[in-house]
């Protein structure tokens, strides 16, 4: 029963628009003495098995049905149900149906007992199976997590992730008839119950071992009913107190569970991890946002432990493109239209940027955005000549390799009220809030790793969110960068040109005026031109 790709608009939406990634909770199931029985009962039994498993979602998806078209989800067609030879994983994969996979569980068993008691068999009473009639008995773990839904070679869709293994390894404590929780299937449930004397449902054992010698706490689920086996299990120890070592050390693996990995004490400290060792040793992924992207030039605060070097950076950053890995930077925007103004409610004299240096601790005279806003000009100007970098080493390439090349740094600019910035290289994630009153050197930051984690999905997701948004505009105009693919040598002539001659221009213009050293137009020579060499060619054209 694991479902076709065409199936299910959900699964699918799952794995196109969040990266496959899903918060799940898995029933694992198992028929217990199976492979005692007679090929003839296997057969017999396996079909009921299979039988019962549809059956029980149909029933539940009864009790969903307002969540399901709230939602636009179909319970029976986008569970997936994965047959393990002897038994089976059955996936749920929805937000805000905290209690499904017991209620599950309950319902299966339910199905268990009342097959079973319609012919007494004091055989298999005794003994948990015999060959006189199709009578089983299951076992049952669960688990909750992040795991990945893909599609596999047949087009159907199947689970990946440590979530799926830890279900199977908890039921193998259970036995006929239990069910069995992971600590954090566990916690998610209660979490989300207001209700009291709920811990009554749960029996706890602390410091059960499993496979690699891994110590967990386990949870058995006993509830209420006599088609669930209460009974103890001899494993761990049992446990009603928590005495506080524990508790400390449960709430650490909790919290590294969910990603999160270290604190530097302020991002000045991250930032020379970033340039030293993270991003040149960045494989497949560099997606940064930011305000002004800071990785050429800081503002006038920080103390740098080592010098800062933009032409280094540039180098670094290509190396790992050329090596195939993608670079994606997210700026504030820097330059409103009328009507983006008009949407956000910002005044002609402000923008985004002014508004986030007005909630610094120093008076940089209110200079009106203009401080970040020589950073980020600055910052764009750096990506540019990292482009033409790129553009000078494939110049030996074909066109369409130069143009994958250097595609795989795209710059886009974001409109929102600054709030954080995000370096996410690979499997990691660098996350600095922006506190009021703070300068961006001063605060902390942190770092979370995993794509599995609950962390790591949910600051991905802000970006990509961001990233996608049809309010985002290109830096850098397409028609130069198919300029640079058809024909580079002539194209970095031209730019080399055109940039030096806007380069003296602005030297004497500072000289003429010291004061224009505080424009945001002065550090925008890269853009400037490419916009000249593209107007030229537009008016050849014509």
Not at 24 to 41: A, G, H, P
Request: contains cysteine; neutral net charge; aromatic residues 10%.
């Amino acid at each position: 029963m694991i479902k076709e790709a065409s199936m299910t608009s959900h699964l699918e939406n799952i794995i196109k628009n969040h990266e496959s990634v899903a918060n799940l909770k898995i029933v694992f199931v198992d028929i217990e003495k199976y492979s005692k029985r007679k090929t003839k009962l296997q057969n017999e039994i396996i079909y009921i098995f299979s039988k019962f498993l549809a059956e029980a979602i149909t029933e539940i998806s009864r009790e969903f049905v307002e969540y399901a078209q709230n939602n636009n989800i179909n319970i029976r067609d986008d569970t997936i149900i994965l047959p393990t030879g002897d038994g089976a994983a059955i996936v749920f994969s929805f937000d805000g149906t905290h209690d499904i996979h017991l209620k599950y569980a309950e319902a299966l068993l339910k199905k268990v007992h009342e097959h079973n008691k319609q012919i007494p068999c004091k055989r298999f009473s005794e003994s948990g199976y015999c060959n006189d009639h199709a009578h089983f008995n299951i076992r049952i773990g669960v688990s909750q997590a992040n795991g990945l839904i893909y599609q596999d070679v047949n087009g159907r869709y199947n689970v990946a992730g440590d979530v799926i293994n830890m279900a199977a390894r908890v039921m193998d404590f259970a036995d006929r008839n239990q069910i069995i929780l992971t600590a954090a299937a566990h916690n998610a449930f209660i979490d989300m119950v207001d209700k009291t004397n709920i811990d009554d449902l749960f029996v706890r054992y602390s410091e059960v071992k499993l496979k690699h010698d891994v110590i967990v706490d386990i949870y058995q689920y006993v509830g209420s009913s006599e088609y669930i086996n209460a009974s103890r299990l001899a494993v761990g120890k049992l446990a009603y107190q928590v005495d506080s070592e524990r508790e400390i050390l449960t709430r650490y693996q909790q919290i590294e569970n969910a990603g999160f990995r270290k604190i530097y004490p302020n991002r000045q400290e991250l930032f020379n991890d970033l340039i030293i060792d993270i991003i040149p040793n960045a494989k497949e992924e560099l997606k940064i946002m930011g305000i002004c992207i800071s990785l050429f030039r800081e503002s006038d605060k920080p103390v740098r432990r080592i010098p800062w070097d933009s032409t280094k950076t540039i180098d670094s950053l290509a190396n790992i493109i050329e090596k195939g890995c993608k670079v994606k930077a997210l700026f504030l925007k820097r330059y409103l239209t009328a009507n983006e103004r008009n949407y956000y409610g910002i005044g002609k004299k402000a923008d985004l940027y002014f508004m986030r240096e007005r909630d610094e601790e120093f008076d940089y005279d209110f200079r009106r955005g203009r401080r970040l806003k020589i950073l980020s000009n600055d910052a764009v100007g750096h990506f540019i000549r990292l482009l033409i970098e790129l553009a000078r080493r494939s110049q030996h390439e074909e066109p369409a390799k130069r143009l994958e090349i250097m595609r795989r740094l795209q710059i886009h600019e974001y409109i929102a009220l600054p709030a954080l910035s995000l370096y996410i290289v690979d499997d990691d994630i660098h996350v600095t809030p922006y506190l009021s009153r703070r300068h961006c050197s001063d605060v902390p930051a942190f770092k979370i790793s995993g794509k599995l984690t609950d962390l790591y999905s949910a600051y991905n997701g802000h970006f990509e969110a961001i990233w996608k948004s049809e309010q985002n505009s290109k830096v850098i105009d397409e028609g130069f960068i198919q300029m640079l693919a058809n024909d580079p040598k002539t194209t970095l002539a031209s730019f080399d040109s055109k940039l030096k001659e806007l380069s003296d221009s602005e030297a004497a213009k500072v000289q003429k005026n010291p004061s224009y050293h505080e424009d945001p137009e002065r550090y925008r020579l890269e853009e400037k031109a490419i916009k000249e060499i593209l107007d030229r060619k537009n008016s050849a054209t014509l």
